[in-house]
């Protein structure tokens, strides 16, 4: 049973354009989310995070949404960079199970100059 | 640098056997988190670690154990290694506020 599920393995956009990651979760008990990027050959990064209490939140270029009656989540790159091509992982987290995240299988976003 | 030090990068080893990985948490970050990635998939939690006491634990086969030493660095020890077993295993730590979790690079174990 998935519980975070990114449905789209890859995403191939157009430097300055906009790039769009989707999520699904199933728990309707998780009430924290977390994108994270990897580099290959490195350990995922911290991107960006949202509280269940808030439906967006932004830093620079990256802006998360919320949709809780839908269980999704969207992450939003504008605009692209190629430096921006990695592999981004969903994850959600909930105050009943200690804090750990269940993270998704991932979105493998490529940038083209 | 993450400030997460996982170590060894690198391990081979054959079926049947025991390896140790060791990963050294950021400074003054009191939980250790497990993760294995297998072939392109996701994360898959293992186990968490909250200043030396087992907090979490997730789909972790019996042939795997850790534990969380009172330096706070962390050990993840497989045994009777099968092929299957082969995945990158990351270790990750936070500290009290949730801002996510600080990764180590990860170590790539391969069993042949």
């Known amino acids: 049973d998935q519980q975070v599920k990114q449905n789209s393995p890859s995403l191939s956009v157009q430097e300055g354009r906009i790039s769009i990651l989707n999520c699904d979760y199933t728990?309707?008990?998780?009430?924290?989310f977390l994108w994270y990027k990897k580099y290959p050959a490195e350990g995922p990064t911290f991107l960006i995070s949202i509280s269940s209490i808030k439906d967006k939140n932004e830093d620079g270029r990256f802006t998360v949404f919320l949709n809780k009656s839908a269980k999704h989540l969207s992450l939003h790159i504008v605009p692209s960079q190629p430096g921006d091509s990695a592999v981004y992982f969903c994850?959600?987290?909930?105050?009943?199970?200690?804090?750990?995240?269940?993270f998704g299988d991932g979105t493998t976003l490529t940038v083209k100059p | 640098d993450s400030g997460v030090t996982q170590t060894p990068k690198h391990l081979i080893t054959a079926t049947g056997q025991r390896v140790t990985l060791r990963c050294s948490p950021r400074s003054g970050d009191l939980s250790v988190y497990w993760y294995q990635q297998s072939l392109d998939q996701g994360l898959q939690f293992l186990i968490q670690y909250y200043n030396g006491e087992e907090r979490a634990k997730g789909n972790i086969l019996e042939r795997f154990s850790a534990q969380q030493f009172p330096d706070l660095h962390s050990e993840l020890n497989l045994s009777s290694l099968e092929l299957g077993d082969s995945a990158l295993y990351f270790c990750?730590?936070?500290?009290?506020?949730?801002?996510?979790?600080?990764f180590g690079s990860g170590t790539r174990l391969t069993v042949v």
């Open positions: 728990n309707s008990m998780f009430d924290y």
């Open positions: 994850a959600a987290s909930g105050n009943t199970n200690a804090g750990k995240s269940t």
């Open positions: 990750a730590s936070t500290g009290l506020s949730h801002y996510g979790y600080t």
